[in-house]
């Protein structure tokens, strides 16, 4: 072999790495209005979403994009709020407009020191991810003109018109969500915070339904108002000192809303697919109509097709993915 051959072969296998570190993924369709969309600025649907370049999650935010604007009877009326680290907004902001040319959306800095000395460590590495309690800070990074959002986790796809869900009737609530009454409370929370009598009270004059905060409609005025921020990081100190909860984000919503939650059909969060935290577990879906699937859990549907090992559900997910897999350069 001769010295330029080894340095061509250098080269490529650098620029192979290069490529690696920044994802890459494939131009979506322009998806277009149909005749009978309103062209009135009040009639858009506001979508919130976190991007973490860092992480595969971001692979799993864009799916979710595609899958919102592949069912909805009006694309263009949707307009995306995404947030994430400053220091990703130039990557993140070619990344999205080279993957959807023709999409409304705005970046937002998170600045993770807001939350970081509030999080505890908690069952699942992923959950104590300082982009997971974003979702808490919306009502304060979005502009205030904005009345309403859809909040949506990136392990999820749309197979149903977004503007369902949008049109939810939140009556004198701040939050709609699916609700799952049955429930055992008893579980989400640590045996101290059941026998500390100020704590174990929390529910006593309520009555507490789960709900999932992977998909949520949210009042922004009312939040605002009611300074509903200031009441999650409330639980997240009390947290801190006593380790009241072992999950990570959804406790503290739970504490502040459960039971004060519009009712969302089930349809919108079918959720568990990734299969709690097992490895290697899959889930079916829940009884009744899909209008949303949710891979909450440890499995997520990019790792689990990547390594030949996917759930059946999973194929459903495979058409919204965008990701661009790296060709391998071998010297021959
Ligand atoms: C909830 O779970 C706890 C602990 O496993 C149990 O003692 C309690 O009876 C359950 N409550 C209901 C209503 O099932």
């Not at 490529?19 to 600025?41: L, M």
């Not at 009326?77 to 220091?87: A, E, K, R, Y």
């Not at 406790?251 to 709690?276: C, E, I, K, S, T």
């Not at 879906?285 to 891979?295: A, E, R, T």
Request: hydrophobic share 40%; proline share 8%; net charge positive.
């Amino acid at each position: 072999m001769t010295m330029p051959r080894i340095l061509i072969a250098t080269l490529l296998v650098l620029l192979a790495h290069s490529a690696a570190s920044h994802p890459q993924f494939n131009e979506a369709p322009a998806f277009r209005n149909g005749k009978s969309c309103s062209p009135s600025p009040t009639e858009v649907v506001h979508i919130a979403m976190t991007l973490d370049y860092s992480t595969p999650y971001l692979r799993g935010s864009i799916a979710a994009v595609l899958s919102v604007l592949q069912h909805s009877s009006c694309p263009e009326n949707t307009v995306f709020h995404f947030l994430s680290v400053p220091l990703h907004h130039p990557l993140l902001r070619s990344t999205v407009a080279a993957t959807f040319p023709f999409l409304r959306f705005h970046l937002y800095p998170f600045h993770p020191s807001a939350v970081l000395p509030l999080i505890s460590s908690s069952v699942r590495h992923a959950l104590d991810q300082p982009l997971n309690y974003a979702r808490i800070y919306l009502p304060s990074l979005l502009p205030r003109s904005l009345a309403r959002v859809i909040y949506l986790d990136s392990d999820l796809i749309l197979v149903d018109d977004i503007a369902h869900l949008w049109n939810t009737n939140l009556h004198s609530h701040v939050l709609g969500a699916p609700q799952y009454c049955h429930a055992n409370f008893t579980h989400y929370f640590t045996p101290t915070f059941w026998s500390t009598p100020s704590l174990g009270a929390t529910f006593r004059r309520r009555t507490p339904c789960y709900f999932n905060t992977g998909v949520m409609v949210i009042d922004l005025l009312k939040w605002r108002r009611h300074a509903f921020t200031q009441k999650l990081e409330h639980w997240m100190r009390i947290q801190k000192r006593y380790r009241i909860y072992d999950l990570g984000s959804l406790p503290p919503f739970l504490l502040v809303f459960a039971g004060d939650v519009a009712p969302v059909d089930h349809r919108w969060n079918q959720h568990g697919l990734g299969g709690d935290n097992l490895r290697g577990l899959c889930r079916d879906l829940h009884p009744g109509p899909v209008s949303l699937l949710h891979w909450s859990g440890k499995g997520k549907p990019w790792l689990r097709l990547d390594a030949k090992r996917a759930c059946t559900l999973d194929y459903l997910w495979a058409p919204y993915d965008l990701f661009k897999h790296q060709m391998l350069i071998s010297d021959s």
